[in-house]
């Protein structure tokens, strides 16, 4: 169950009221209002006394700023979605090496993982992944010198790895929250 801490501050917004009043608003007991209460108290958003419950200005503040609030990660606050998948694998070896080719990469997305990969479907999602990845700035391809191409990481923003959509042409970066388009 879900703490009810903002939905008894919403009510309380109105003016003092009972425990009992509380609990038949927000739908739960009169125990689990007590304890909700509790915690306000002790963060200094509401006075409590005799079942009796009364919004503090820093309740108010609160309150406020909770309705301006945006909900998911916010800049930088990434959530990886995939860790084993191959582009993830990827992305944590050229932070480790830096410079790297679809070939140097190709034995290490193939080790261990969750599932078994294709080689050949690894390696020609490596390839569009470097590539999506160079147009977005993150890598930049070197000169070759005969050999497969390489690229080295120009643009390291951080652990999660950026997530290439084919169907939508974009980049998005999870570290620093940007959208590419390429």
Known sequence: MAWRGLEILGHL???SQFT???????GITNALVRKACAKLAAKG????GEDVHELTA???????????????????????RHKGSVRAKA?????IRRKASVEDLLPLVLGHGAAPVDEANARRSLDRYLTALAKSGHLTEL?????PARWI???DT???APAWNNSQRTVTDANTGEVHRV
């Open 153 to 155: 990481l120009t643009n």
């Open 58 to 80: 820093a309740g108010r503040e609160a309150l406020a700023g909770s309705r301006n609030a945006v909900s998911g990660p916010g800049k930088g606050g990434c959530v990886e």
């Open 158 to 160: 951080g652990p999660c």
């Open 143 to 147: 000169p070759r010198r005969g050999g």
């Open 20 to 26: 009992f009043e509380l609990a038949r608003v927000v």
């Open 91 to 95: 992305w944590r070896a050229l932070r």
């Open 13 to 15: 917004e109105s003016g």
């Open 45 to 48: 958003l509401i006075i409590t």
